[in-house]
T-cell receptor, first 112, second 113 residues
Framework: GAGVSQSPSNKVTEKGKDVELRCDPISGHTALYWYRQSLGQGLEFLIYFQGNSAPDKSGLPSDRFSAERTGGSVSTLTIQRTQQEDSAVYLC??????????FGPGTRLTVL | KNEVEQSPQNLTAQEGEFITINCSYSVGISALHWLQQHPGGGIVSLFMLSSGKKKHGRLIATINIQEKHSSLHITASHPRDSAVYICAVRSNAGGTSYGKLTFGQGTILTVHP
């Protein structure tokens, strides 16, 4: 079956522009997670959604970052007024409740 | 001090050697994950465990909840095992933080033929 997909795979943008990153989780998975991996850094939790519960936004680094999950499926991570320090690989994962997480291939974001 | 500490940070081995990567954590957890990331590649979940021991092929993961410690072992290591191995814990705190994972910095493993 299909795994977690993310688009675009690469995104180059200019400082100050807004970007949207998309995640399509595995069908039937109830939980969806966004992580960030900066160059030479470890994985960093951003936000997660579980069913219809309020999302845990505690990892979002600033109010320029937001995410939504529509219909309990597809999710979009939006970064407004991008800064150079936002450059990173943004990873999405999904799971059935709190079982094993399956990761997407990531979106590499470069802010010039 | 990070909530999740891995050791060693870098590990070099010869093909066939037995490898151990350690993970210590300081918070109460409901589960611990071991992940693998090949250079330029995606992240794959190897194990999720909350007690005892799990085995998959040449990989073995153990956890000691009382000591807040987990180990990942690779038997008969092979160059294709070269990757970054990441430990992550899920807190047992309630509320919306229940699903949040906290990650170790990763262990870079290189296995030479």
């Amino acid at each position: 079956g299909a795994g977690v997909s993310q688009s675009p795979s690469n995104k180059v943008t200019e400082k100050g522009k807004d970007v949207e990153l998309r995640c399509d989780p595995i069908s039937g998975h109830t939980a969806l997670y966004w992580y960030r991996q900066s160059l030479g850094q470890g994985l960093e939790f951003l936000i997660y959604f579980q069913g219809n519960s309020a999302p845990d936004k505690s990892g979002l680094p600033s109010d320029r970052f937001s995410a939504e999950r529509t219909g309990g499926s597809v999710s979009t991570l939006t970064i407004q007024r991008t800064q150079q320090e936002d450059s990173a690989v943004y990873l999405c994962a999904s799971s059935f409740f709190f079982k094993e997480q399956f990761f997407g291939p990531g979106t590499r974001l470069t802010v010039l | 001090k990070n909530e999740v500490e891995q050791s060693p940070q870098n590990l070099t081995a010869q093909e066939g050697e037995f490898i151990t990567i350690n993970c210590s954590y300081s918070v109460g957890i409901s589960a611990l994950h071991w992940l693998q990331q090949h250079p330029g590649g995606g992240i794959v979940s190897l194990f999720m465990l909350s007690s005892g021991k799990k085995k998959h092929g040449r990989l073995i993961a153990t956890i000691n909840i009382q000591e807040k410690h987990s180990s990942l072992h690779i038997t008969a290591s092979h160059p294709r095992d070269s990757a970054v191995y990441i430990c992550a814990v899920r807190s047992n705190a309630g509320g919306t933080s229940y699903g949040k994972l906290t990650f170790g910095q990763g262990t870079i493993l290189t296995v030479h033929p």
